[in-house]
């Protein structure tokens, strides 16, 4: 099947949504007692995920605002950690709020909300470490196979 994706730079008003919510990630660091990072890794994401799930928040709303914004420091750190830059993705499937690595030649990506939603879904524990280096692999394999350095 050939790949549609098509990817445009976030506009501003989505961009400004994805800045709220990173400061509203740091907010759960805080009210979950846990430390809030000078910088998000991938320990951090894990032991966010692990304190807000054992805080029992049954709320429908407050679970979403949880989940958006815990995939957005999903996003960002595969940004930050993995040199993967913020799009707004239109493929077969529809459009969503995605990362992507080797723009224009693997174009590799990863819808973070979509990606933490189905982890929130299926009971998944402390994920984020080894998706991390799972999704790192696969840029890795990627690049070789096109010849190019990350």
Excluded at 66 to 95: A, P, R
């Amino acid at each position: 099947m050939k790949d549609t994706a098509r990817f445009s730079p976030l506009g501003p008003e989505l961009a400004a949504w994805v800045s709220s919510q990173k400061e509203l990630l740091s907010k759960y660091f805080e009210s979950l007692n846990i430390a809030i990072p000078s910088r998000i890794t991938a320990q951090s994401l894990d032991d966010l995920w692990v304190a807000w799930k054992e805080s029992r928040v049954a709320d429908a709303t407050a679970t979403d605002s949880f989940l958006n914004c815990f995939g957005v420091g999903f996003g960002q750190l595969l940004v930050d950690d993995l040199g993967f830059e913020w799009t707004y993705l239109e493929d077969e499937y529809g459009n969503d709020l995605a990362v992507r690595a080797l723009p224009g030649i693997a174009d590799t990506r990863v819808a973070p909300l979509h990606f933490v939603l189905k982890r929130w879904e299926s009971g998944q524990e402390r994920y984020v470490v080894d998706a991390i280096s799972e999704i790192d692999a696969m840029v890795d394999e990627f690049a070789s196979e096109h010849g190019v350095a990350r």
